[in-house]
């Protein structure tokens, strides 16, 4: 599966860099969070492991590694791939879970607080398009039914 999705030449090279370590704000203060084990486990076929760690969803994609990296590939692109592998396992912490029905329900990742926005002297913000995404979203899934029974 990461297969499809990485580009495996390009993580080989960044397995013998190893300099977004040094620049990694998750990496310099997180015990055990390493990059560079984390990409020779995908290149040795042995990533299953780091699907239910808590380290893959501590990125904080700063995109500091691709900044660093002379490939512009950068180790995000391998967290993001696993993220995307654990989510479609179930395998995710339970506040993805409600982001992603907090998105479903009103197609937006959080609900603005209106006094803090009226206190700042915003206006209320515009409609949420929730009911648009909701249709998108079953046309989506209706597709891919049909295409399932084909």
């Given amino acids: 599966m990461l297969e499809a999705t990485l580009n ?4 080989e090279m960044c397995s013998k860099c190893g300099a977004c370590f040094s620049i990694c704000p998750s990496a310099t ?3 055990g969070y390493d990059p560079r084990a984390v990409i020779k486990d995908i290149l040795a076929g042995t990533y ?6 808590a380290h893959i969803w501590q990125c904080l994609e700063c995109h500091f590694c691709l900044e660093i990296c002379y490939q512009h590939y950068g180790f995000e ?4 791939a696993l993220r995307t592998v654990a989510a479609k396992k179930g395998m995710h912490p339970p ?3 409600r982001g992603w029905d907090m998105f479903i329900k009103t197609s937006r990742l959080g609900e603005p607080t209106l006094p803090a926005r ?3 002297g915003l206006p209320e913000p515009t409609a949420s398009g929730a009911d648009e995404f909701k249709k998108l979203h079953a046309l989506l899934k209706d597709a891919r039914e049909g295409h399932k029974t084909e």
Wanted: hydrophobic content about 45%; aromatic content about 8%.
């Fill in 8 to 11: 495996f030449k390009l993580l």
């Fill in 29 to 31: 203060h997180i015990p």
């Fill in 48 to 53: 299953e492991k780091w699907l239910s760690s």
């Fill in 77 to 80: 692109n391998a967290m993001t």
């Fill in 95 to 97: 506040q993805v879970k």
């Fill in 118 to 120: 009226k206190k700042l």
